[in-house]
Antibody
Framework: EVQLVESGGGLVQPGGSLRLSCAAS????????MTWVRQAPGTGLEWVSA????????YYADSVKGRFIISRDNSKNTLFLQMDSLRAEDTAVYYC????????????WGQGSLVTVSS | AIRMTQSPSSFSASTGDRVTITCRAS??????LAWYQQKPGKAPKLLIY???SLQSGVPSRFSGSGSGTDFTLTISYLQSEDFATYHC?????????FGGGTKVEIK
C-alpha cells in the first residue's frame, strides 16, 4: 500500500525557515517523480514544486522560486521541502504527492502538514 | 503560466442528478488535464487523467472529456459521497496550475 506521511510543519515567524519531510513507503521511491502542493485556508490548490526520480531535475512555482528548495533522499525514501524567507502568504497545508507515471498529475497524496507563518 | 478557470465555483444539486463542471485553459494543453475530488479536511483524490481516462478504482459514473482549451467533468448520477470540491489541473507545462475549484453542495 502506498503511503506518504508529511512532518515538520508548525508555527514560524515571518522571515523564518522550516523544513518539511515526506516519508514514502509501499512503492519503489526512486522510480517516481514527487511533488509538493499547498492549500491556503479556504482556498484552492496551488502547485509548489516537483523533482524527478533521481533528484537532479527540479521545478518551482514563481511564488516560491529562490526561497524554497525541493530535494530527496532515495536511500531513505524521503522527500523534503526546505522553506526559507517565509511569508504570511505561505501559510497553508502542504501536501506531498507521488507523480503519476501516466502524466505529471498526482496519484497518491499524503495527509498534509500545516505551516503557519505569523508573528 | 497557464491559467485554469473552473465554472461554476459552487452549486447545489440533488442525489441522482447529472452534473457537469467545466474547466477552461488560457492556452491549448492538448489532453494534459486531470480532475481531483477533495472532501473537507482530506487530501485530494485523482479521478481523471489525460482529460478522459478514469483512474483505477474510480466509479464509472465519473467521466471526463475535452481537448485543447475546454474540458468537462461529468457525474452521471450524483451520489451522497460525491458532495465535495472538484479541482482541475493542467500538466501540459510547468509551472503546473490548478483551477479555483468547484464545490458541489447538497440541495
Amino acid at each position: 500500500e502506498v503511503q506518504l506521511v508529511e512532518s515538520g510543519g508548525g508555527l514560524v515567524q515571518p522571515g523564518g525557515s522550516l523544513r518539511l519531510s515526506c516519508a514514502a513507503s509501499g512503492f519503489i521511491f526512486s522510480n517516481y517523480a514527487m511533488t509538493w502542493v499547498r492549500q491556503a485556508p479556504g482556498t484552492g490548490l496551488e502547485w509548489v514544486s516537483a523533482v524527478n526520480g533521481g533528484g537532479a531535475t527540479t521545478y518551482y512555482a514563481d511564488s516560491v522560486k529562490g526561497r524554497f528548495i525541493i530535494s530527496r533522499d532515495n536511500s531513505k525514501n524521503t522527500l523534503f521541502l526546505q522553506m526559507d524567507s517565509l511569508r504570511a502568504e505561505d501559510t497553508a497545508v502542504y501536501y506531498c504527492a507521488r507523480v503519476f507515471r501516466g502524466g505529471d498529475c498526482a496519484d497518491y497524496w499524503g495527509q498534509g502538514s500545516l505551516v503557519t507563518v505569523s508573528s | 503560466a497557464i491559467r485554469m478557470t473552473q465554472s461554476p465555483s459552487s452549486f447545489s444539486a440533488s442525489t441522482g442528478d447529472r452534473v457537469t463542471i467545466t474547466c477552461r485553459a488560457s492556452q491549448g494543453i492538448s489532453n494534459y488535464l486531470a480532475w481531483y475530488q477533495q472532501k473537507p479536511g482530506k487530501a485530494p483524490k485523482l479521478l481523471i487523467y489525460g482529460a478522459s481516462s478514469l483512474q483505477s478504482g474510480v466509479p464509472s459514473r465519473f467521466s471526463g472529456s475535452g481537448s485543447g482549451t475546454d474540458f468537462t467533468l461529468t457525474i452521471s448520477y450524483l451520489q451522497s459521497e460525491d458532495f465535495a470540491t472538484y479541482h482541475c489541473q493542467q500538466y501540459y507545462s510547468y509551472p503546473l496550475t490548478f483551477g479555483g475549484g468547484t464545490k458541489v453542495e447538497i440541495k
